[in-house]
Every structure is written in C-alpha cells, then in structure tokens.
C-alpha cells in the first residue's frame, strides 16, 4: 500500500466541504433575493437566517470543525510513513460518517440521529489519534 492512498478519503472529505460551502452560497443568495432579509440583518454575523438557510450553513460549518483533527493526522501519518491498511480503512469510515452526519443534517435533521453520526466519525478519529500515538511512542524505530 502506498502513503497516497490515505489521501482518497481525504478527497472525498473535501469534496464533501466545497459541496457543502457552495449548498449553502446558493441558500443564502436565494434567501436574500427573495427578500427573506437584507445585507444589514446578517453583516455582523448575526444569526437572522431562514431556518433551512442555518441547517444547511451548520452543515458546512461542521466539517470546519472535528474535521481539522483528521486532516492534521493525515499529514503527520504521511510524514512519518505510518499510513498502512489500518489507518486507511479507518479514514475512510470517519469520512463515511461525515458523510452520513451531513445527510442527516441537510435531509430530517434529526438530532438523536445526527448525533450518532457524529459520535461514530469522533471514535474512529479517536482510534487513529491513539493508534498513532502508541505507534510513534513506543514502536518507532526512533530513525529520522
């Protein structure tokens, strides 16, 4: 197995993002040509979205979250040559998740639902953080 190949789910993660990211552009757009509210409503950052125009922007904002761990880890595995079949099919049940938490979010929203989602992708997460800890704490060879 090569060291890209944990790049794949990490592709389709940010596929999953940029999605998302033009979803809810599109949303907004709509909400403020339809006159559901004006500039001045939101420029602070104020929380005056329509409903679905928040579930789909909480979505995207999601993925800037727990996300980030996933990507710091991918990198560190690249770096130190630890990804194998383990920490592949790992990334690509935490993306899996993700995926699955944004389709809850964006479709019945369902919060016991969604939660479960996102409690899957943060243990699988976790599994790699501490995979990859042992690994490099007490099985690294110590070579550079």
Known sequence: MTQTAILYPV????????CLQAWMRRERLGALRRGELQYKDIA????????????I???????????????????FLMITSQVDVLFVALAWLFVAARLFHAY???TSNKQ?????????????????????ALRILFFSTGAA
């Open 112 to 132: 016991p639902h969604r939660f479960l989602a996102f409690a899957a992708g943060s243990i699988v997460l976790a599994v790699m953080w501490v995979a990859f």
């Open 104 to 106: 809850i979010h964006t």
């Open 44 to 55: 602070l950052r104020q929380q005056n979205w329509p409903p679905r125009v928040m579930q």
């Open 11 to 18: 592709f389709v993660q940010v596929a999953l993002t940029f």
């Open 57 to 75: 922007s909480n979505a995207f904002h999601h993925q800037l979250e727990v996300p980030v761990l996933f990507y710091a880890l991918v990198a």
